[in-house]
Nanobody, 127 residues
Framework: EVQLQASGGGLVQAGESQRLSCAAS????????IGWFRQAPGKGREGIACFDSRDGNTWYADSVQGRFTVGSDNTEKSVYLQMNSLKPEDTAVYYCAAEPGNLCSSFTMQTIFYTSWGQGTLVTVSS
């Protein structure tokens, strides 16, 4: 059973940076994708970044391209989301999700393509 633990949320000022981590366990091999999603108050869950464990391929939503970076901590099965130049509109609960064999693309970065989810961590960006 795949288990995910997201951490690193909190309150930051606009323009500052924050790093989220997603610790993963239970994979049977190294073929999986870790997706980062977020859900702002009153809105649906949005896919924003993805990391493919097989080749390190990444994908970003337009809303975070150039500001957010996703990558792997090679010392353990952990994927980070480095968020720079944060804006008040980035305020949301952030979730990591995993799916064996998944690819990173705008099409697959939808919640229906992920079956394992972390508990979510709140990021609040004040203006």
């Amino acid at each position: 059973e795949v288990q995910l633990q997201a951490s690193g949320g909190g309150l930051v000022q606009a323009g500052e940076s924050q790093r989220l981590s997603c610790a993963a366990s239970g994979f049977t091999d190294d073929d999986y994708a870790i997706g980062w999603f977020r859900q702002a108050p009153g809105k649906g869950r949005e896919g924003i970044a993805c990391f493919d464990s097989r080749d390190g391929n990444t994908w970003y939503a337009d809303s975070v391209q150039g500001r957010f970076t996703v990558g792997s901590d090679n010392t353990e099965k952990s994927v980070y989301l480095q968020m720079n130049s944060l804006k008040p509109e980035d305020t949301a609960v952030y979730y990591c999700a995993a799916e064996p064999g998944n690819l990173c693309s705008s099409f697959t970065m939808q919640t229906i393509f992920y079956t394992s989810w972390g508990q979510g961590t709140l990021v609040t960006v004040s203006s």
